[in-house]
């Protein structure tokens, strides 16, 4: 029976700190190595999140796929400035909250363009992309080069701040 009770606090244990990781890294936007580093935005002034954020944005794309200019062929023109990306689902809850974030920040603020493709029509680029989940966000340059990602629901002060630091860089 101590057998058994050792592996259900085990499991506990797992589940609950698999649990806290997702709530910490759930909508959070990863800065691309891309990006310059000016646009090294932080959600907040944490100094102790710039060395893993900076470490994951270096990892976050193989070199090969850094631009999306020549994939979307979706009858939507680039933002001039920024383009926000939104890869969604049709049963998906968060994706409904994601767009209408993304259409209100593009509609606010000039050059900026939100284009939201269905993961399921386009699963070639789904792949290829590495889109493992929805919503997943891309923020394009004006260049149409990648320089941020976001899983999940993105907060928009977060948005609001790269939108900003990206559009001030091009």
């Known amino acids: 029976m101590s057998n ?3 592996l259900l606090i085990m499991l506990l244990l797992l589940s609950t700190a698999f649990g806290l990781y997702r709530k910490r890294t ?7 190595s ?3 580093p000016q646009s090294q935005v932080q959600p907040d002034s944490t100094e102790s999140r710039q060395p893993t954020q900076r470490r994951e944005a270096a990892t976050m794309t193989s070199p090969e796929v850094r631009s ?6 979706f009858g939507r023109a680039l933002g001039t400035d920024v383009t926000l990306v939104q890869f969604s ?23 900026v363009a939100h ?12 792949r290829e992309m590495g889109v493992t989940r929805t919503p997943t966000t891309f923020i394009l340059n004006g260049r149409g080069e990648i320089v941020g990602k976001s899983v999940g629901l993105p907060k928009r002060v977060e948005v609001m701040n790269v939108v900003q630091a990206v559009a001030a860089n091009a």
């Open 4 to 6: 058994q009770m050792a």
């Open 26 to 32: 759930e909508g959070r936007i990863k800065i691309t």
């Open 89 to 111: 689902s049709a049963f998906c809850q968060p994706c409904r909250a994601t767009r209408l974030l993304l259409e209100d920040v593009a509609a606010s603020t000039p050059g």
């Open 115 to 126: 284009i939201e493709i269905d993961a399921e029509a386009h699963l070639d680029l789904v």
């Open 34 to 36: 891309a990006a310059s």
């Open 68 to 73: 999306f200019a020549p994939k979307l062929k």
